[in-house]
């Protein structure tokens, strides 16, 4: 935690080019393309360097928690073969495999690539108590997962389609 302030201030001193040099906290993620786990640094950015990388509209809802308009999403219908990376930081996180559609209006997946890809926090947003997902390399808002997905897992992870990239299969090689 002091590690990360520290890293911080200096960032904020010296400018944008040294936050992304500064030894960030290790994390372990699985990728698809090594099909294996691997270790990798949290991507940290400072609010401006997400506002220069990030549409308005990404912002919104990456960094401030939003949620995109339903049925807004090119991604929404996409029904090939790909994956889906993070808009923030182009990591893994969900396969066309595990795509659905839920009928909601926005991109469902019934599992993420891996757990380890995903991180959740509790949303009590709105009297309502959810689970927010969000990318766990550059903590980016993804959307929620709620337990009304179909099998194998059961869960529905309902995600803003603003904060996904689609990489079709033959364009990732
Ligand atoms: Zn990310």
């Excluded at 699985?30 to 099909?35: E, G, R």
């Amino acid at each position: 935690m002091t590690m990360r302030i520290i890293g911080l201030a200096i960032g904020l001193l010296f400018g944008a080019g040294v936050t992304a040099t500064l030894a960030a906290e290790p994390i372990r993620i699985y990728s698809l393309d090594k099909a294996d786990y691997l270790m990798t640094e949290k991507v940290e950015k400072t609010e401006a360097q997400w506002r220069q990388l990030l549409t308005p509209l990404q912002y919104k809802v990456m960094r401030e928690q939003g949620t995109e308009a339903a049925y807004t999403s090119p991604l929404h219908a996409i029904k090939k073969e790909g994956v889906y990376r993070c808009a923030g930081c182009g990591l893994e996180l969900f396969h066309s495999d595990q795509k659905y559609d839920s009928v909601t209006g926005w991109p469902s997946f019934y599992a993420p690539v891996d757990r380890a890809n995903v991180g959740f926090e509790t949303d009590r947003k709105f009297f309502v108590t959810r689970t927010e997902v969000h990318c766990i390399r550059c903590e980016s808002h993804l959307g929620h997962v709620f337990e009304d997905g179909p099998k194998p897992t059961g869960l529905r992870y309902c995600i803003n389609g603003v904060s996904l990239v689609f990489k079709e299969k033959s364009a990732d090689k």
